[in-house]
Every structure is written in structure tokens, then in C-alpha cells.
């Protein structure tokens, strides 16, 4: 087990909702990175957040947002949901020092949109 | 944008048999990194190679990282029904601290007993 924990682990939500994950990182660790997930394909970048901002951003819209608290923990906040944001949510940990940082990622958060 | 790519794609083996996934990147990489995803769950690092040539083994796994540093192979050998999942190699995004991964599509195993 990494130490990274993530909640909720499933969640169905319907078209044009939000939603809020989470996500606890492992201890030690300062930065924080966003994955999406499809079905069959692989973790795609969305954002990371050090020392409580944003960091990098993938190609993903700015629906998606997210926060990182003074004990570097994170949120990911999606708004307007749309049926292709079905997928598994991965937060990934690491520390920020030397660059070939290795990432601890969490269980994930299997999101449903109707 | 950086691209990395995998093949194949899927990969049957019969246990005992060798397997080995391919991965190339379209930019020259600081490091590589391996992942293994089992069926239902989520990406678990394997290793990470950060020089020219490099080459490193784990039990019966075997990666190597390329001369130009654009691609590198993950090789198991005699295959065994715990290997089942989805391999991925992931490289640093173009630019940026070797955190923010780009990731290949993967190549699924299978392993029949």
C-alpha cells in the first residue's frame, strides 16, 4: 500500500452535477497530481498542485479545478458533468526535490455520470 | 504534444511463455517509468530508468531504457498467472518536473494456466 487514500471510492452522479473528491497524500510527499482514467485507456494529466497552487495542467477544461490544503491534502472539483467524464480519478503523491520523482498513486474514485 | 505510445496492445500468453511490451515517445524522455495495473485497480510503480542504455531487472522482469532515451521494453520471463494486468510506461510531459506523466495507452497481459 502507497499511503495515498482517496474517498469516495464509487460515485454516480448525473449529467450537469459537480462533485468533489479527495484525497489524502502520503506522508512526507508535497505535490499532488490529478489522473483521469477511461475505460481501457491510460491516466491522463489533468493538473497538480504544490504548496497549495496549481502546478501544470493537462487538456482538460476549466470545469475542473481543484485545491491543495496545508497538509497537502487535495480536492479535484468537476462542474457540469458530462457522460464522458465517466472514469477512474487517480490522485498520485511526490516529492518535489530532485526531478525524476517517483508517484504513489491512490486507489481511485470510480465516477458514473448518467 | 508528447506522445508515448505501447504495442501491442494485448498480449495472450500461455504461462511459461516470455512477453515483452514495447514503448516509444515521440520527445527524448529525462527518465522512464513502469507501472503495473491489475484488473480493478490502479496503477502500482515498478521502476524507473534514468540513463542511456540502461538496463535493470527485477525477478523475472527485465526493462531496458534506449540509447536515445525515446524508448524502452519491459520483458518477463516464463510468464506466470500473477502477472495478469495492464502494463504502462510513462514518461515526464515535455518540459515539465518528471512528476506530471504522460502515459502510454498500456499492453494488457493475459495468462492462461
Known amino acids: 500500500e502507497t499511503g495515498v487514500t482517496q474517498s469516495p471510492t464509487h460515485l454516480i452522479k448525473t449529467r450537469g452535477q459537480q462533485v468533489t473528491l479527495r484525497c489524502s497524500s502520503q506522508?512526507?510527499?508535497?505535490?499532488v497530481s490529478w489522473y483521469q482514467q477511461a475505460l481501457g485507456q491510460g491516466p491522463q494529466f489533468i493538473f497538480q498542485?504544490?504548496?497549495?497552487?496549481?502546478?501544470g495542467r493537462g487538456n482538460f477544461p476549466p470545469r475542473f479545478s481543484g485545491l491543495q490544503f496545508p497538509n497537502y491534502s487535495s480536492e479535484l472539483n468537476v462542474n457540469a458533468l458530462e457522460l464522458d467524464d465517466s472514469a477512474l480519478y487517480l490522485c498520485?503523491?511526490?516529492?518535489?526535490?530532485?526531478?525524476?520523482?517517483?508517484?504513489?498513486f491512490g486507489p481511485g474514485t470510480r465516477l458514473l455520470v448518467l | 504534444g508528447q506522445q508515448v505510445m505501447q504495442i501491442p496492445q494485448y498480449q495472450h500468453v500461455q504461462e511459461g511463455e516470455d512477453f515483452t511490451t514495447y514503448c516509444n515517445s515521440s520527445?527524448?524522455?529525462?527518465?522512464i517509468q513502469w507501472y503495473k495495473q491489475r484488473p480493478g485497480g490502479h496503477p502500482v510503480f515498478l521502476i524507473q530508468?534514468?540513463?542511456?542504455?540502461e538496463v535493470k531487472k527485477q525477478k523475472r522482469l527485465t526493462f531496458q531504457f534506449g540509447e536515445a532515451k525515446k524508448n524502452s521494453s519491459l520483458h518477463i520471463t516464463a510468464t506466470q498467472t500473477t502477472d495478469v494486468g495492464t502494463y504502462f510506461c510513462?514518461?515526464?510531459?515535455?518540459?515539465?518536473?518528471?512528476?506530471?506523466?504522460?502515459f502510454g495507452e498500456g499492453t494488457q497481459l493475459t495468462v492462461n494456466p
Open positions: 498520485a503523491s511526490s516529492l518535489v526535490g530532485w526531478y525524476q520523482e517517483t508517484q504513489y
Open positions: 506522508s512526507g510527499h508535497n505535490t
Open positions: 498542485y504544490y504548496r497549495e497552487e496549481e502546478n
Open positions: 520527445t527524448t524522455l529525462s527518465n
Open positions: 530508468l534514468v540513463k542511456s542504455g
Open positions: 510513462a514518461g515526464p510531459g515535455h518540459g515539465s518536473s518528471g512528476s506530471r506523466l504522460t
